[in-house]
């Protein structure tokens, strides 16, 4: 019984850290992806223009669009020098409750046409060593052209250049604060030479609308040449990998628990063994076969069912111990959150019965079949 609670607490402590590491993901993804997202099926941008820009303003639920270009460039600042990803942004960017989740400290804005900021990931600054205080120090950025000339000898023909001012940095999470550059979209639409063509749009839901609404509402209005993307689909490769190595890790508990079932095996054999004068008596005054199997099977199933309530009511308690007061820190001083995240399911509560109580009728079985096997003629 005892084998049985650890298990079943152990299932009911890790399955809810998984669930709690998913919504983490979830929570700084969002933080730095809009709630929907469009691109063009085919190519790595698009063509726009203002009537088009208002049709897809005018769906319902769309409360604000975002027109975005994006692409590598090269930094460099003071002499320290990056490949990093320039994100151009409309002047609403941040109308979109961006950097709600992890750091952020700064200016908030992105500066004007004649000074143009960057809101800057806290890698890439780290990386070139940025200093916000020192205004007198710009980040230049570099993007490759095509020459005039293929046999031009001019190397400034072979890049464009321009100069952003360091206003801010975020940290949400590493694959962003180590490749991000946030800097306003005329000044990257004019450096990229990207006219009126955008890579992605980003649009954030009116309030009372539910994202899969809106999202069927684009399709429709879009057609087949863009997709649109919500928060999990944008980054559906990393959250599937959360919910397999979740699968993954409850079938190895659960196979451990398979395993420390062998103790119910061996118990209900030797109870078998010791109680055959019992057992045949019983079978003198009439008992059926199926009588003595429903007997060691139900001992068995007393076990499952006891040994499970213990360790769900242990498992619940020391999740909201956690979900409440965080017992088990991190122990990373610069991490989003100080405790484990941890969430609470009921589906994993019932699986969780279900596994235990499954595993210890299978390790009743047998104990119950040798029961039910004995002779009265043997041993009275």
């Keep these: 019984m005892i084998g049985v609670a650890v298990g079943t607490m152990a299932l009911v402590i890790v399955m809810s850290v998984f669930n709690g590491l998913e919504d983490l993901i979830r929570g700084l993804f969002a ?52 490949v990093a990803t320039i994100k151009g942004v409309s ?15 700064g200016d908030t804005t992105l500066g004007n046409d004649l000074r143009p900021g960057a809101i800057m990931g806290r890698g890439v600054g780290f990386f070139l060593s940025v200093n916000l205080k020192d205004v007198n120090v710009p980040l230049k950025v570099f993007y490759p052209k095509a020459p005039r000339s293929a046999a ?24 962003f604060d180590d490749e991000y550059v946030i800097a306003p979209l005329k000044f990257t639409r004019e450096l990229l030479n990207y006219g009126n063509k955008r890579t992605s749009l980003e649009i954030k839901i009116s309030d009372g609308y539910s994202i899969d609404e809106v999202q069927e509402n684009l399709k429709a209005h879009l057609g087949p040449d863009f997709s649109v993307k919500n ?8 959250l599937r990998t959360v919910k397999l190595e979740k699968l993954f890790v409850f079938l190895t508990l659960s196979f451990i628990l398979a395993i420390a079932s062998f103790n119910i095996f061996f118990s209900l054999s030797m109870l078998a063994i010791e109680k055959k004068k019992d057992i045949a008596m019983l079978k003198a005054l009439g008992a059926k076969d199926k009588l003595i199997r429903e007997i060691f099977l139900k001992q068995g199933a007393m076990i ?24 088990v820190s991190l122990g990373i001083a610069s991490a989003v959150v100080d405790a484990y995240p ?27 079949w040798i029961a039910s096997r004995v002779k009265t003629t043997d041993e009275l």
Aim: glycine share 6%; no cysteine; proline share 2%.
């Design 152 to 175: 031009t000898l001019n190397p400034n023909q072979l890049y464009s250049s321009a100069s952003l001012e360091p206003v801010a940095f975020f940290s949400v999470e590493r694959q």
């Design 304 to 327: 499952a069912v006891v040994g499970a309530a213990i360790g769900l009511v242990l498992g619940f308690a020391i999740v909201w111990l956690q979900e409440s007061f965080g017992l």
């Design 31 to 82: 933080s730095f992806d809009a709630e929907l997202k469009v691109e063009a099926v085919l190519g790595k941008s698009f063509e726009v223009d203002s009537l088009w820009l208002d049709g897809i303003q005018n769906v319902e639920g769309v409360a604000v669009l975002t027109e975005v270009i994006e692409d590598n460039a090269l930094l460099d600042y003071n002499g320290n020098q990056l």
């Design 231 to 238: 928060t999990d689909e944008q980054h559906a490769g990393l």
């Design 91 to 105: 002047d609403n960017f941040l109308e979109q409750d961006r950097f709600s989740r992890g750091y952020f400290w």
């Design 342 to 368: 941890v969430r609470m399911v009921w589906t994993d509560f019932a699986w969780t019965t279900v596994v235990v109580i499954l595993i210890t009728l299978v390790a009743s079985w047998r104990p119950a």
